[in-house]
């Protein structure tokens, strides 16, 4: 196994910190044009609480902080991969866009839910809670500290519903896991692909010395 070198591991941090600055500022310009838009068009959006429309833009920033930070991190490690341990990387790549290209869109769609799950239960509990929020507000008979009030219950009830989504998904994800598991062969890949590498180095190593070798004087 590969120990990471401090170099390596300082190109690491710097690139989580990259990407959560991207994240960062990504994400305020979506929340920050989205705010200022409701503040100038939307009456109950500027009866609204400071703390709440602070909230608001946490809830965009956050997931793109922690999401694009993790995406830079992930990228630095994939390319720091050199050798047998590269061409494993590539063949797994190549054989998941094999099975990909196999499936028809049904499948797609369910796969690609299983592998953005959480993605989608995060902006879908995000959306519900915009939508809720705004069905709220547009009350006329309620004061602000009841819309408030209402507003904070459906956020609990939105977050029961979320965690129940996630806790069906995960379980059907581990049941699928189970009737489609299959036998990790990567080391074995991995072993080959060095045993070539070996090779092909010795036969780089016997051209050159065959070739520094001096002529045989006639």
């Avoid at 129940?164 to 692909?193: C, F």
Wanted: glycine share 6%; with cysteine; net charge positive.
């Amino acid at each position: 196994m590969k120990l990471a070198t401090e170099e390596e591991l300082a190109g690491h941090h710097a690139a989580t910190v990259r990407g959560a600055i991207e994240g960062i500022l990504g994400g305020l310009a979506i929340s920050l044009p989205a705010s200022w838009y409701a503040q100038r068009n939307w009456a109950y959006y500027r009866r609204l609480p400071p703390h709440l429309k602070a909230l608001g833009v946490i809830m965009v920033v956050g997931p793109c902080y922690a999401i694009q930070a993790e995406r830079r991190g992930v990228e630095f490690d994939k390319s720091t991969w050199t050798g047998a341990g590269k061409a494993e990387l590539e063949r797994e790549e190549r054989v998941e866009q094999a099975h990909w290209q196999t499936l028809d869109t049904k499948a797609k769609l369910k796969e690609w839910a299983m592998r953005n799950q959480y993605k989608i239960i995060l902006g879908s509990w995000a959306a519900s809670m915009a939508v809720a929020g705004a069905i709220v507000m547009r009350n006329r008979y309620q004061s602000t500290p009841q819309k408030v009030v209402q507003a904070r219950m459906w956020a609990q009830g939105l977050t029961i519903g979320v965690l129940i989504a996630a806790g069906i998904l995960t379980q059907s994800q581990r049941k699928d896991s189970h009737e489609n598991r299959s036998v990790d062969h990567s080391w074995a890949h991995i072993l080959e692909e060095q045993e070539k590498e070996e090779r092909e180095n010795n036969l780089r190593q016997l051209a050159r010395s065959q070739n520094a070798a001096p002529a045989p004087s006639s």
